[in-house]
């Protein structure tokens, strides 16, 4: 138990002395040093962590309101395609023509309109190729020059063939890279519709050797191809409130900013293909075999995943050759874009879910090489996410969630998303882990990349947030709820991002840029826009909100942008604006700053109170004196004969004066005290009460709530969570009184690690030593393989060599 | 002119990928002064699919590196850490590594192990760390460090243009 030393606070008349007038023994800070920071060494934190955002966020208006809604001026563009396209499976290309109408609901007359190229990301031109950096040489991995070769080699990028109106005139063009320019004869003004067409063709490229979101990948043992297609058709870029036009460049970081609207898409592939689409499928008699139809509508209602192709007739269609094309017809209505996987090799799971008052039929396709893992997890991942996602936000509105195999490694486009992890060869996927642990965990990949790319219809896909400029917006988001789903998925599910614990490194670690940065300019990406915004989100709702408010703010958000384009500030306004809480100091400081969370308990002093009362007081004074150990000579000189005991006539008053005994004039002094005093203030003097002084700072800059875990002498505990406001005063240092009946024994700040607190070193009173990771490792695993190895080698050296 | 040198990473990105269009390409590490033994203290996080193509990568074997809990696999990931994971002090004296252990786990694998001097560094003034790892599989790889010397910590970054910190 902490040794507590007492201090008397003398109550003056007025009771005006305050505590720090009156002396007090400190004890030291749990650092290492076990000194609390000097003024000189603290750093320095003296700007305005309570600076209201108002400030910097943009000024609210008819189309986005204070509160963070849309506001009642708010508006969209739309844009309706209907597309035809073709792939060809011999000289993996691809071509189209789309017939786009494109509403204007600004406010503004538009005389020219902007498209998104992105397959010109793959022309040597293009900004991303001219700007990728030299690699690693002093290790290059074989891939690497491969990836390297192949896209100096590879003549990617989209022809545009033809740009006409819907009279067939030809309408002038500019290809800006990743954009396209097309000028009216006429501007468009607002509240009108504009009906164009555009053709053109594309090689598809190689994503095994090149990995991206769109591709395609060939199985060289049975020769087959297996197409991920994504970004293919000239998409409107975004028109928005607040970027006007956004065609900011695709440099393949920032992704995509979108209209909604309704996709008729007719491809066209070799007939024996399985085709998955964003939508729904218009013409099932056509291409699918009526056993496929049958096992679709039992699909609808069964009580497990069902297989619509088999993975025996998946195999045995792998063998096949096309005799000709068929043409898939899907419709997706209120979409934000389009996506399809077309192969020959496709397995095909499907399983009804009932999603609010719709139904959705979640789906799977992966090719034999995913079997094992995929006819297992996918489709229960999909409908697992499903569940979830809609708690949190609402009620999934597509009537199809598709999860695909192939060479992407994890990517989200309506309905429908690409993702990579697959079985070993021999089938296993967590046998043999003393060949190779690294099999146990293959099934955690997939049930993860599923749940965050389905996630993704959520968010950007409903709620329509700007990704080329904000990647966090919906990547945070998105990793957020996948950390909240995954832990529904299995008891401690190995979730690697947000718990507060997973953040500390990143957030003290040097060459950070804020969360609200350009998606393109962004240092440590993934650390910056999946991992710190979910961490920031969780703990706002585990420790600064509370689940209860913080669900409801959160939903309140998703259902206000549902079908809309929210920007950042519409999430901080929205937050706060539903909780009821200000939030301005969370959000400055986890999205606007690089600081991170160091909250120090630097000293803890105690005070008790002086009653006045000469009986009570002076006892307490003999009780101290007679509870001192004695000194070594006092000891060493008991029953030693004094002079004065020889000599009693050398005895005068002060040899038998007892300062602690109370005298007449204590008792008439304390008697004329009483006189004056009032009723409350005699009940004070009574007053048993132990008043602590709990010393504080910050070191990290980031101001958060001081979670304090309170142990008594008695063995009883108390939580006491203080609000992050208590540092607006003094955003550096401050000073907690607790006033307690009981006395405690120990302090410690944020116990559970809810705060990412970066060194939990000085986080206890008493101080005590915190064993690093690497002290508890050796603690609790005194051997090591390599140790028992040698031990064992040298046991048999031994016993070979005759010992004992 | 340099010479190239190709090296093998077999594991398929697809088999164990990350989640996302984006992968994580991030390790952390906390390097903690013993001042009993005079050596540092390392626990090197790292996600377990990103330590086999580390390996295989460092290594000319041409076959996929298992990560399991043999003697031979702490060997090869000691080995690769010897020549990515280095403190110099001032004297120019390289740190050797001394191997403790690993934690294999989905969220990360933790490694453990020691650098060590002849001559241990007294301050961690002029003291460099060379933190290489991982940067040959991403150009946008980074390892995050924190140090701890008695009171003094600093965080520091190593990525593809700035392998080496001197402190």
Not at chain 1, 123 to 142: D, G, I, Q, R, V
Not at chain 1, 219 to 241: H, S, V
Request: hydrophobic share 40%; net charge negative.
């Amino acid at each position: 138990m902490a040794k507590v030393l007492v201090s008397r606070i003398l109550l003056a008349l007025l009771l005006a002395a305050p505590p720090a007038a009156a002396e007090a023994q400190a004890w030291g800070s749990s650092s290492e040093n076990g000194r609390a920071p000097t003024a000189a060494s603290r750093p320095s934190v003296s700007h305005d962590k309570f600076r209201q955002l108002e400030e910097i966020l943009p000024t609210p208006n008819g189309f986005r309101t204070a509160s963070g809604a849309p506001g009642p001026s708010y508006w969209q563009q739309r844009a309706d395609y209907q597309m035809d396209i073709e792939l060809d499976d011999v000289t993996q290309t691809l071509k189209g023509k789309a017939r786009i109408a494109y509403r204007n609901n600004s406010p503004d007359s538009l005389t020219y309109l902007w498209l998104q190229l992105d397959q010109n990301l793959f022309n040597p031109e293009s900004t991303a190729t001219l700007t990728e950096e030299a690699p690693e040489f002093e290790k290059m991995p074989y891939r690497t020059l491969a990836r390297l070769l192949y896209v100096q080699k590879f003549r990617g990028g989209i022809t545009v063939s033809r740009v006409a109106d819907g009279a067939g005139k030809t309408l002038h063009h500019t290809v800006v890279k990743t954009m396209m320019r097309v000028d009216l004869e006429k501007p468009l003004p607002p509240g009108q519709s504009f009906t164009f067409e555009v053709e053109w063709s594309y090689p598809i490229h190689d994503a095994i050797a090149a990995p991206a979101r769109t591709g395609y990948e060939y199985f060289a043992k049975d020769g087959n191809y297996l197409y991920e297609i994504a970004q293919f058709f000239p998409r409107m870029a975004a028109y928005t409130d607040v970027t006007g036009w956004q065609h900011k460049q695709f440099l393949g970081r920032g992704e995509f900013t979108l209209e909604f609207g309704d996709y008729q898409v007719r491809l066209t592939v070799p007939d024996d293909h399985v085709v998955a689409a964003t939508g729904v499928l218009q013409n099932p008699e056509q291409v699918l075999s009526e056993v496929q139809r049958r096992r679709l509508r039992e699909a609808a209602s069964a009580k497990a995943p069902v297989y619509v192709v088999t993975p025996e007739e998946a195999e045995a269609n792998e063998k096949n050759k096309p005799a000709g094309k068929k043409t898939w017809i899907f419709h997706a209505e209120n979409v934000r874009d389009f996506a399809f996987a077309s192969s020959r090799k496709f397995v095909w799971d499907a399983w009804g879910h009932d999603s609010g008052r719709k139904q959705v039929l979640a789906m799977s396709f992966y090719p034999k090489e995913a079997t094992v893992l995929w006819s297992k997890y996918s489709t229960h991942a999909i409908v697992h996410t499903l569940n979830v996602y809609s708690r949190y936000t609402f009620d999934y509105p597509y009537p199809v969630a598709i999860s695909v195999n192939g060479p992407a490694r994890g990517m989200e486009y309506p309905m429908i998303c690409f993702n990579g992890p697959r079985n070993e060869e021999d089938g296993t996927y967590f046998g043999m882990p003393k060949e190779d642990e690294a099999r146990r965990f293959a099934k955690y990949p997939l049930i993860s990349v599923v749940i965050h790319e389905v996630g993704h219809n959520y968010f950007p896909m409903i709620v329509n947030s700007d990704e080329r400029q904000w990647t966090w917006l919906d990547e945070g988001i998105n990793s957020f709820l996948q950390f909240l789903a995954e832990q529904e998925w299995e008891e401690n599910y190995p979730s690697r991002r947000g718990e507060a614990a997973k953040i500390v490194e990143y957030m003290s670690s040097a060459e950070q840029v804020p969360i609200m940065t350009d998606s393109d300019s962004l240092l440590q990406f993934s650390n910056n826009s999946y991992a710190k915004p979910a961490t920031a989100l969780n703990i706002l709702r585990e420790t600064v909100l509370g689940r209860e408010l913080f669900d409801f703010a959160f939903k309140e958000f998703a259902r206000r942008w549902k079908f809309k384009r929210p920007m950042p500030a519409d999430l901080f306004r929205t937050l706060e604006d539903a909780s009821g809480v200000d939030l301005d100091w969370f959000w400055h400081g986890w999205f606007y700053t690089n600081d991170h969370v160091d909250i120090s308990l630097d000293a803890v002093r105690l005070y008790t109170l002086d009653s006045r009362d000469p009986v009570i007081e002076k006892g307490r004074l003999a009780a101290e004196k007679e509870a001192l150990p004695p000194s070594i000579t006092e000891e060493r000189n008991e029953g030693m004969v004094h002079r004065v005991d020889q000599v009693p006539e050398l005895k005068d008053f002060y040899n038998t004066y007892d300062p602690h005994a109370v005298t007449d004039k204590d008792r008439k002094d304390f008697e004329k005290l009483l006189g004056e005093l009032q009723g409350f203030e005699k009940d004070l003097l009574k007053t048993e009460a132990k008043l602590y002084v709990i010393e504080l700072s910050n070191r990290g800059g980031l101001v958060m709530p001081v979670l304090l875990d309170i142990e008594y002498a008695d063995g009883s505990k108390e939580k006491l969570n203080l609000p992050a406001e208590i540092w607006r005063y003094h955003p550096d240092r401050v000073e907690k009184l607790l006033i307690r009946q009981q006395e405690i024994k120990s302090i410690e700040i944020d116990r559970q690690r809810q705060t990412a607190d970066t060194d939990t070193g000085n986080n206890a009173w008493p101080p005590r030593p915190t064993p690093t990771r690497f002290q508890l490792f050796k603690e609790k695993m005194p051997t090591s393989p390599m140790k028992e190895a040698q031990e064992a080698e040298k046991a048999a050296k031994e016993k070979a060599e005759g010992s004992p | 002119m340099k010479r190239v040198v190709l090296a093998l990473a077999i594991a398929a990105l697809s088999s164990a990928g990350a989640a996302g269009a984006h992968p994580y390409s991030t390790s952390r590490a906390e390097v903690d002064w013993n001042e009993k033994t005079g050596r540092f203290e390392v626990a090197l996080a790292v996600l377990p699919e990103e330590l086999v193509q580390m390996v295989e990568t460092g290594r000319r074997s041409s076959e996929r590196f298992l990560l399991n809990a043999t003697a031979e696999c702490d060997a090869e990931i000691a080995d690769y850490l010897r020549r990515h994971f280095v403190a110099v002090i001032p004297n120019g004296e390289q740190s050797s590594l001394e191997w403790v252990g690993k934690e294999i786990s989905f969220e990360a694998t933790w490694l453990y192990f020691e650098l060590a001097f002849k001559n241990p560094p007294t301050t961690l003034q002029g003291l460099a760390f060379k933190v290489d790892l991982g940067l040959e599989l991403s150009h946008e790889h980074v390892n995050a460090v924190q140090i701890r010397y008695s009171e003094d910590r600093r965080g520091l970054l190593f990525s593809r243009l700035n392998h080496e910190n001197r402190l």
